[in-house]
């Protein structure tokens, strides 16, 4: 495949994405923490600490007992 077809591929795929629309009620978060080793990079001032890790947050209804 040609440079161009392969873009308009992805272009493609891309759409089919957003077709599919949120799929998942919740909320993504990306969190940076510092680990507490004194030694470790992320100690210095300024470092934004180790991540990003993502989190996904949702609330269900609470199941009949």
Avoid at 20 to 48: E, L, W
Avoid at 49 to 57: A, R, V
């Amino acid at each position: 495949m040609t440079l161009q077809e392969l873009e308009q591929h992805r272009r493609a795929l891309y759409q089919q994405l957003q077709d599919v629309g949120d799929f998942r009620p919740g909320t993504i978060s990306a969190n940076y923490r510092r680990c507490g080793k004194s030694g470790c990079a992320c100690a210095q001032s300024g470092h934004p600490g180790h991540g990003p890790q993502y989190l996904w947050n949702t609330t269900q209804a609470d199941l009949p007992r």
